[in-house]
């Protein structure tokens, strides 16, 4: 999605400061997952409990990680262990992901995005999952497999629609998470990622609501509509850490 241009962008998005998971499944690499034009690799986190049709989630790591980290430093596993989900860890092989490059940002262009959507829908078809519940960064460019995204510390002011023309279906949820101290991103691109978010999902950019202390002392969410919220955390810095509970309830993945 213009989403995965800008997670990559930064990308240690999925980081937080939470200790090491010690999950009861583990983590696999998958080889044969279909199509695979970036040469990404593919690991997969399947819980001992997977709930009939689950959700699928994506876990992008960071530029300088791997999916081994991303897999230890994020809550998702746990969460699967608790929810039922599966969890899907793309890994770059040259670490950064090609996060700017127009196979990327363009649906079907043959970059890591393409290598990314095919990777969930091999899980979607082999686990018989929920369509309706399989997130990530990528729903600008593949609005038709990813149906919500939380977004952490990145953004862009680019043209979503442009990256998959002629797409006239729905865009998933959107939710943005942005440090006033982040200094790699720039505090401009909150507001100009929520306009062009709002844009494509046909909102304004005045907030119908704009909540103190949410979900965090001193962060403010501000909800441009039902599909679209960006959450300012004052005084922190790049990345803002992942909020796994939080994250789990904008994927509808707890129903």
Avoid at 93 to 99: E, S
Avoid at 119 to 146: C, E, H, Q, R, W
Avoid at 220 to 242: D, F, M, N, R
Wanted: aromatic share 10%; glycine share 10%; with cysteine.
């Amino acid at each position: 999605m213009l989403l995965f241009g800008l997670i990559a962008a930064a990308l240690l998005c999925g980081m937080s400061n939470t200790a090491a998971l010690t999950p009861r499944a583990t983590l696999k690499q998958v080889t044969d997952f279909g199509y695979n034009p970036a040469n990404i690799r593919m690991y997969i986190y399947v819980p001992d409990a997977v709930v009939t049709s689950p959700g699928v989630v994506v876990s992008l790591h960071g530029a300088s990680g791997n999916a081994e980290q991303q897999f230890q430093s994020t809550p998702y596993a746990s969460l699967a262990e608790q929810y039922g989900f599966i969890a899907i860890y793309p890994e770059s092989p040259q670490g950064a992901w090609d996060a700017t490059s127009d196979k990327s940002l363009v649906h079907d262009g043959g970059g890591a995005s393409q290598s990314v959507a095919n990777m969930a829908k091999y899980v979607v078809n082999t686990y018989k999952a929920d369509a309706s519940k399989v997130v990530n960064t990528l729903a600008g460019t593949y609005p038709d497999v990813f149906k919500a995204a939380v977004i952490y510390s990145a953004g862009s002011s680019s043209n979503i629609r442009d990256m998959y023309a002629g797409y006239t279906g729905t865009y998933p949820k959107i939710q943005l998470y942005l440090g006033s101290e982040d200094t790699i991103i720039g505090s401009d691109s909150f507001n100009e990622t929520l306009a062009a978010w709002a844009s494509v999902l046909g909102y304004d950019t005045m907030p119908d609501q704009v909540l103190a202390d949410t979900p965090v002392s001193d962060w403010t969410k501000y909800v441009l509509g039902s599909k679209l919220q960006g959450i300012w955390a004052e005084g922190v810095g790049h990345p803002v850490p992942t909020q796994g509970n939080e994250d789990i309830k904008w994927w509808g993945i707890m129903n």
